[in-house]
């Protein structure tokens, strides 16, 4: 029974695993701040010991649970004792300091006795790392109860180096290798620093030590001048640090700042400085702590980068488009009654003036012929329980807070009104599209908003409109279905793109298209977004759609004659007008709308999207373009 508070709920389960390595759970504020400790943990570590709460982690069963730090470039320092704190538990005292290699083999092992919160564990016998290289350093603890979380960390500050832990069947031994077992929680499942101090005796690199969080500052204006900035920084050595040089590097020119500080070990603080900032451009600034306490900072390699911009301005983030992702099938009697709902947001999208771009996903409830097994895949990784289901841009904007919803019609301004709030951290600047021998070839440029550093992935998917039912329950004879994914030219979850100063690029391996396909009916769906995965899909902010599209294939007349060896010639935009680098007979400019409205590319275009047909000796090419 747990002794020192009630179990609240949890956090975040990571499920959908067989490895009993991935059954990891969380429990938020596990254990109250250790204002009642008389002592405080001691040394060398990554963790915040004066964190306002412990969390608790720990495997959804019983077994021996470790928590590891990593440390380097310590060789002829002795380890005296190690200092962990850990959360109300299930777990009897049976446990052991261990020390792992660079391969991650036992290379020493000493039982030891646990207790709830701090526990001072001096080791009998002091170890001596004999090399410079990485080793792993921690605790292993019997957990006897399923959902016992033995491990404490502090909150959420990703310190990858901070965040190893293994689960076992029974104590490993001497010369044992747990490396198939440790898993980095920190890249894995974003948790915080594990809570471990190492007591290190002739260890001058480890005594002066930080850790840099983040760095905050505008860093964009009108004209050059020196910008404020704040770096939020950890002090992972084990000595209070009273200077510290921050290092900051801008196109290439490294400049430091030396700053007293007062930051006690262990502990976060931000340190203020100047940044001269250049007298135009942009690009990026990275920054690091280069020295404390006027010693080199062995974590000086962990850097913090931001954008910066002198002059101009980023491109615009005004919500332009919106995503809806439908889930249907013909086995779902329910569904065709959801066609007024959906035509309900698509209008009331549109009259928000928001592109809006449509895919029904046959999947959620049962299959039929029209399914695709990337579909089928999305279905679990957006939460959908069932059809007739509606995702509006992946966001959590229905119903109990989930991402995937059924909405009812008088939802749709509610939702527009969220919508709005958010922003197009992208867009599309040109599609090309290549077609010979029944194989679709797909290239895409593109821009990122300057606030976006993250990776960029991008889902394309080739539909087709006014299909004919086969057996759809719920409906007479002759339904039709609209915005049917025929297939999937990127991966289910997206492909990633190439980002350089700004720009996007990628290109879609040629994906063969059946030949009864109706092809003026069928359209390509474009958009952008960050990584999805199984440690991702909980994460609702994750699925935000950055920005969509939809091309229209059906402008293209003669779409077969497009050649796909070479995606050529390259059709830009300037200065309001359309231009094409290369040797060709003839252009046509369509709107959105399928009206060929130029047929030469002199006269100035207002604003919008257009598609650009280019007739040449060797075939035809299509391309989308956006006139600012």
């Avoid at 950890?234 to 020119?253: F, L």
């Amino acid at each position: 029974m747990r002794k020192f508070y009630n179990l609240l709920l949890l956090l975040l389960v990571m499920c959908i695993t067989t490895n009993a390595q991935d059954q990891i759970e969380m429990e938020k504020n596990a254990l109250p701040v250790l204002k009642a400790q008389t002592k405080v943990a001691q040394g060398f570590g990554y963790g915040n010991r004066f964190t306002e709460s412990i969390y608790g982690l720990g495997y959804n069963q019983a077994g021996v649970v470790s928590g590891l730090i990593e440390v380097s470039g310590i060789k002829n320092a002795r380890l005296t004792f190690v200092d962990a704190m850990m959360p109300a538990m299930e777990a009897d005292k049976n446990g052991a300091i261990v020390v792992l290699d660079k391969n991650m083999k036992v290379v020493h092992i000493e039982q030891h006795s646990f207790d709830i919160r701090l526990n001072h564990l001096v080791l009998n016998t002091p170890y001596t790392f004999m090399t410079n290289e990485t080793y792993y350093v921690g605790y292993l603890v019997h957990a006897t109860a399923a959902a016992a979380y033995p491990v404490g960390f502090d909150k959420d500050v990703n310190i990858p180096q901070a965040s190893y832990m293994s689960y076992h069947t029974s104590m490993p031994t001497k010369g044992t290798s747990m490396k198939e077992k440790v898993i980095n929680t920190a890249a894995k499942y974003k948790y915080g620093a594990i809570l471990i101090f190492l007591g290190l005796e002739n260890s001058p690199k480890t005594d002066n030590a930080a850790y840099l969080l983040d760095v905050s500052g505008t860093f964009n204006s009108p004209s050059k001048k020196t910008a404020e900035a704040k770096a939020s920084v950890r002090n992972i050595g084990a000595k209070a640090m009273t200077t510290t040089e921050m290092k900051y590097t801008i196109a290439g020119n490294a400049t430091t700042a030396t700053v007293t500080t007062n930051i006690k070990s262990g502990a976060d603080s931000e340190v203020a400085f100047k940044v001269n900032m250049p007298t135009k451009g942009k690009g990026e600034i990275a920054f690091n702590v280069s020295k404390v306490n006027g010693t080199d900072n062995f974590m000086s390699n962990v850097t913090v980068t931001k954008a910066y911009q002198i002059g101009g301005g980023g491109m615009s983030t005004t919500k332009r488009s919106v995503l809806i992702e439908r889930f249907s099938t013909e086995q779902c009697p329910n569904c065709p009654s959801a066609d007024p709902t959906l035509e309900t947001f698509i209008n009331t999208f549109r009259n928000a003036g928001l592109e809006v771009n449509v895919v029904v996903h046959h999947a959620g409830y049962y299959t039929d012929g029209y399914t695709l097994e990337e579909s089928r895949t999305l279905v679990g990784y957006l939460g959908v329980k069932g059809a007739p289901y509606f995702v509006v841009d992946r966001l959590p904007l229905g119903q109990n807070g989930v991402c995937a919803f059924f909405p009812q019609s008088y939802m749709a301004a509610n939702i527009k009104s969220a919508l709005l709030k958010n922003k197009e951290l992208g867009k599309v600047d040109n599609i090309q599209a290549g077609f010979k021998n029944n194989g679709l070839t797909v290239k895409l440029v593109g821009t990122v908003a300057d606030e976006f550093k993250e990776d960029l992935y991008i889902t394309a998917i080739l539909t087709e409109d006014n299909l004919s039912s086969n057996t759809q329950r719920g409906a007479s004879y002759g339904y039709i279905h609209e915005a049917v994914p025929r297939v999937f030219l990127s991966s289910g979850r997206g492909d990633k793109a190439t980002i350089n100063d700004g720009q996007f690029e990628i290109s879609f391996p040629t994906k063969t298209i059946n030949s009864k396909w109706k092809k003026n009916n069928m359209k390509i769906v474009l958009f952008g977004h960050r990584l999805l995965n199984s440690y991702t899909q909980y994460d609702y902010d994750q699925h935000e759609i950055l920005f969509s599209t939809t091309y229209n294939w059906s402008i293209t007349n003669g779409v077969e004659d497009i050649r796909a060896e070479e995606i050529n010639p390259e059709v830009t935009s300037k200065e309001g007008r359309i231009q094409v680098n290369g040797t060709y007979k003839r252009v046509e400019i369509y709107n959105t709308s399928g009206a060929l409205i130029a047929t030469s590319v002199d006269e100035p275009l207002t604003p919008g999207l257009y598609i650009v047909k280019v007739k040449t000796n060797e075939g035809s090419y299509a391309s989308k373009v956006m006139i600012q």
